[in-house]
Structure formats: structure tokens, C-alpha cells
């Protein structure tokens, strides 16, 4: 076996991107899930049950139809549809390869990891719950912008935080010697 000779700062840089190749390279059944195009009703449905009764402890009502949320809001009725998208699959998916590209960890430490699924299930709740209270009670126009700019930046930012709260309490020290051997 051929070892690197690296300094300090070139063995950091190495690992870095060793790490990166291994987050896009794992990355890849998202592309598959999405080429594939399957149903996600079921987890539709419960992310709009559950969003709805966070939402109604706010003081939100909604009539359901189906994927569909009928608001009445300050901008007059507003229709707001619980796509898949909506279900935070994707976000399951980039900490599960963020969790498998973490170099020399155990299975175990792995299946500790699972905690944090649910974990993101419930952020993904409340983000919903907290758009629906900005769609009643500010308007659609605020929605939009909470929906495609600070939640989309906030669900990514929970995904990171997660997998670091995983990473440095669930899994350990990471030994990065034998990492960069080849």
C-alpha cells in the first residue's frame, strides 16, 4: 500500500475532498428516485395531517381536498398543494449520504442515525404549519417568500445541523490516516 505524503493543511484539503467526492457519488439515488418518479401519497397525506394539526393549535383552518389546503387568508381563499416535494424526502436523502460519505464508521454508529429521519420529519412539520399561519395570517405574498427562499435555506441548514449533532455525538472521533491511505 502506497501512502501519501501529505503535509498538514494537504491532508485536511485531501480529506475534504475525498469526503465531497463521497457525498456526490452517494448523492446519486436521488437522481434514481427522481428518474424513477415514484408515489409519495402516502407520505403526503400524513405531512399534511400532521402540518394541519400543528397548524391548527396556531389557530389555522383549512378545508382538505385531497393534496389540497383551502385557506381563507387576508388575501381572500388561497389553495396550497402538499406536493411530494413538500414531504422533505429530498432532505432524507442528502443526510443519509452525508451520514454514509463520514469515512471509518461503524454500522452501528450508522444506525444511530436513523434519529435523525424522524428528526427532519419534524422540522419539515413545522416549516409547512408556519407557512400555512404566513399564508393566513400575512398574506400570500409573504408565503412565497418564506416558502422559496427561507425555508428552502432553513430545511437545508436543519439537514446540516442534524448531521453534525450525529457526527460529533453519535459517531466519534474520525480517524483520517488510514482514510487517506491508498
Wanted: hydrophobic fraction near 55%.
Amino acid at each position: 500500500m502506497h501512502k501519501l505524503r501529505l503535509d498538514e493543511r494537504q491532508r485536511k484539503l485531501w480529506v475534504v475532498a475525498v469526503f465531497l467526492a463521497r457525498v456526490a457519488a452517494l448523492s446519486l439515488p436521488l437522481y434514481f428516485i427522481l428518474w424513477i418518479n415514484p408515489s409519495f401519497d402516502s407520505l403526503q397525506y400524513a405531512v399534511r395531517d400532521n402540518a394541519l394539526s400543528v397548524a391548527k393549535v396556531a389557530g389555522v383552518n383549512a378545508d382538505v381536498d385531497g393534496f389540497d389546503l383551502k385557506l381563507d387568508t387576508v388575501d381572500g381563499p388561497v389553495t396550497i398543494n402538499i406536493a411530494a416535494d413538500c414531504t422533505g424526502w429530498k432532505s432524507a436523502v442528502a443526510y443519509l449520504a452525508l451520514v454514509l460519505a463520514v469515512p471509518k464508521i461503524s454500522n452501528k454508529k450508522r444506525l444511530l442515525a436513523l434519529v435523525g429521519i424522524p428528526i427532519l420529519y419534524a422540522v419539515n412539520v413545522v416549516r409547512i404549519a408556519f407557512l400555512l399561519w404566513v399564508a393566513v395570517n400575512m398574506g400570500f405574498g409573504y408565503f412565497r417568500v418564506f416558502h422559496e427562499y427561507l425555508w428552502k435555506l432553513g430545511l437545508s441548514l436543519a439537514v446540516l445541523v442534524v448531521w453534525y449533532a450525529w457526527l460529533t455525538k453519535m459517531a466519534g472521533k474520525i480517524k483520517t490516516e488510514k482514510f487517506i491511505s491508498y
